[in-house]
Nanobody, 115 residues
Framework: VQLVESGGGLVQPGGSLRLSCATSGFTFSDCAMRWYRQAPGKERELVAI????????NYADSVKGRFTISRDNAKKTVYLQMTSLKPEDTAVYYC?????????WGQGIQVTVSS
């Protein structure tokens, strides 16, 4: 199982970024996918989750209305569209899935929101 994030970087407050998590090694369409983030000195927190067919999504209160999780099962990729970014969104973002009771994480990607 491999999860590879991309799309991070430096953005000004109020800006937007789209993260991608390309996957391989498992049946993507069978699995829910999650995005987490970890800011310096803080615990890793769940940002968003999407069901295996994309029909169910849920978000942390801190990102509701600003972030959108989506997936393309044909491309085996999950996305996190982030808008109206704030400095407090600065963190390393990770995608995660569970396959046969084992949790798999991507390597993480840095998102920095700063002027």
């Amino acid at each position: 199982v491999q999860l590879v994030e991309s799309g991070g970087g430096l953005v000004q407050p109020g800006g937007s970024l789209r993260l991608s998590c390309a996957t391989s090694g498992f049946t993507f369409s069978d699995c829910a996918m999650r995005w987490y983030r970890q800011a310096p000195g803080k615990e890793r927190e769940l940002v968003a989750i999407i069901g295996n067919d994309g029909g169910i999504t849920n978000y942390a209160d801190s990102v509701k209305g600003r972030f959108t999780i989506s997936r393309d099962n044909a491309k085996k990729t999950v996305y996190l569209q982030m808008t109206s970014l704030k400095p407090e969104d600065t963190a390393v973002y990770y995608c995660r899935t569970t396959v046969r009771l084992t949790r798999y994480w991507g390597q993480g990607i840095q998102v920095t929101v700063s002027s």
